[in-house]
């Protein structure tokens, strides 16, 4: 029996009951307390060990994905090779295998080298090694001359590697640059936003150390310091770059015992900014140092894919108005030898995601609506951003796009209120804040959270889709205590919130699909 047909019993045996006992419920109620559990428990069993892209366990959580969609009456959209209809939108990964050789050294112009650490520094993604590179500090990486802040210009960044302050400049205690541009840089996701912008545009250094400070970056010490690991790149060269737009050598972060190391004898050093302000603050290209990196690099090609259903419109002056609402499937490997089975980081947003398209099959709106399930998100973000770049649809036709990552649990600001935090959903359109504001208000009145986790913006799948000018928004549990950890386990899901949650979306998503106007721009 093949993994296709066994997951499809499976799911048929689920969902074909649930049918037959409510074919006289709303749509909505058909969201049950029953169904979300039984998704989760199963897409976050260690059966699956943690869905990685790269393992049997995602193949076997993309075939039931796609099973619940087609025994839900939700259609395939995508055309493969062979000219077949399918649910997947296949995406080439390469899995990374890196071991340390010789690691990070620094030499001197006049041949001395320097011995560093491991424990003073973390690689956090490396693609080849390099050799002698000259160093450049970059101070914050910040290009916003409309402002008054430029620390890239007339500088050549090509095969040399950018020393770079993480955040944003802060003067006598108050952000330096205005506080929508500060918000973009201020925490760590903003180093991605940094390397976005124009001053990196067709000038990416061959590398990248971050400057991390114990007392201004304290996620860094979480992260580990074994120097063999494996990650995910896209696999498709020829768009690796505009896929992941990191540095095409090695990424990495200094801890702050190294960075006296890097600046000692330099005409400016970082570590100045706490007590003398920006007096003398530069960037420059650095004397006398260079870094070299020797890894060992092995990459295995291989396919993963993107999940993708629709539901069509009822109404045809608005066939070409989509709405698109996703979730990542994927989740992490295992960590000290236990698997992370990402009960609510992901598995519940896409058991949402399942039910809410079930729903909505029931009885279909004006416009259609397409329900991604993405590869890769975890590997920063590659599923979702394949699929902006390789849209069934024209990305212009895609009206907004809601993602549901985390819908189960509270972080501790929330254990009490059990608010939810929407991210995102006035960054394009206000409109699009204020709809879902209204729906909650004439549905479930849940606790909604817009302000306390901005800075979380650019973390999950649907930025991809504000990238291109989509109105998007984020539904999002918070950073709780079993984040990322072996104990994200099913049994300690709210379900009754993941309900409401889910309830929630499926009227804000029927919203919009059948009012009269775009709330695109």
């Not at 069993?45 to 009456?73: N, V």
């Not at 509270?410 to 394009?428: C, F, L, N």
């Not at 504001?437 to 306390?452: G, Q």
């Amino acid at each position: 029996m093949t993994l296709t047909l066994l997951v499809t019993i499976l799911v048929i045996s689920i969902v074909t009951p649930v049918f037959a006992e409510e074919k006289e419920k709303q749509p909505v109620e058909t969201i049950t307390i029953q169904e979300l559990k039984d998704h989760v428990y199963f897409l976050s069993s260690d059966y699956l060990a943690g869905r990685r892209p790269e393992d049997t366990g995602y193949e076997i959580a993309a075939q039931y994905a796609a099973a619940h969609f087609r025994a839900a009456s939700v259609q395939p959209l995508l055309t493969t090779k062979d000219d077949t209809i399918s649910y997947f939108q296949y995406l080439p990964l390469t899995h990374v295998q890196i071991e340390k050789e010789e690691g990070l050294t620094l030499v001197t112009d006049s041949g001395r080298s320097i011995n560093v650490s491991q424990d003073d520094y973390n690689i956090v993604l490396v693609v080849n090694s390099i050799t002698n590179a000259s160093l450049i500090f970059l101070g914050f990486g910040i290009c916003e001359p409309e402002h008054g802040w430029d620390d890239l210009t007339d500088l050549d960044l090509k095969g040399k590697v950018g020393l770079m302050i993480t955040g944003a400049p802060f003067r006598n205690g108050k952000p330096v640059l205005p506080d929508s541009v500060h918000e973009k840089y201020k925490s760590y996701m903003g180093i991605e936003k940094k390397l976005m912008g124009s001053g990196f545009q067709d000038n990416m250094p061959a590398g990248l150390m971050v400057l991390a400070y114990k007392d201004t970056l304290p996620v860094w010490k979480f992260m580990s310091n074994d120097p063999s690991w494996s990650r995910l790149d896209y696999g498709d060269p020829q768009k690796a770059a505009e896929v992941a737009p990191f540095p095409s050598h090695f990424f990495g972060v200094i801890k702050d015992d190294l960075i006296d190391i890097f600046f000692k004898n330099q005409i400016y050093s970082p570590m100045e900014i706490k007590d003398k302000g920006f007096r003398g603050y530069r960037s420059y290209e650095m004397k006398d140092l260079k870094a070299s990196l020797d890894y060992r690099v092995e990459r295995t090609d291989f396919e993963s894919k993107n999940i993708i259903g629709i539901v069509p419109g009822t109404d045809p002056s608005l066939a070409q108005e989509y709405i698109t609402i996703g979730a990542h499937l994927d989740h992490k490997g295992p960590k000290d030898g236990q698997i992370r089975n990402g009960a609510d980081d992901n598995a519940s947003g896409s058991a949402g995601i399942l039910e809410i398209a079930e729903a909505v099959a029931m009885k279909p709106c004006r416009r259609p609506i397409m329900f991604c399930l993405y590869s890769a998100e975890e590997s920063g973000k590659l599923g979702s951003r394949h699929f902006v770049e390789n849209s069934p649809v024209p990305l212009e036709n895609i009206m907004v796009n809601i993602n549901l990552d985390m819908i189960g649990r509270s972080d501790v600001a929330a254990k009490e209120t059990r608010k939810h935090y929407v991210v995102g959903a006035d960054e394009i359109n206000p409109d699009l804040r204020a709809i879902i504001d209204s729906v909650n208000k004439a549905t479930l009145a849940w606790p909604l959270d817009f302000e306390s986790r901005r800075n979380d913006f650019s973390k999950s799948d649907h930025y991809n889709f504000h990238q291109k000018g989509i109105p998007t928004a984020m539904f999002f549990s918070g950073a709780h205590e079993d984040y990322h950890q072996p104990t994200d386990d099913p049994e300690k899901i709210d379900y009754e919130k993941m309900q409401e949650i889910s309830q929630l979306v499926y009227e804000i998503v029927v919203e919009l699909a059948n009012r009269k106007k775009s709330i695109k721009p």
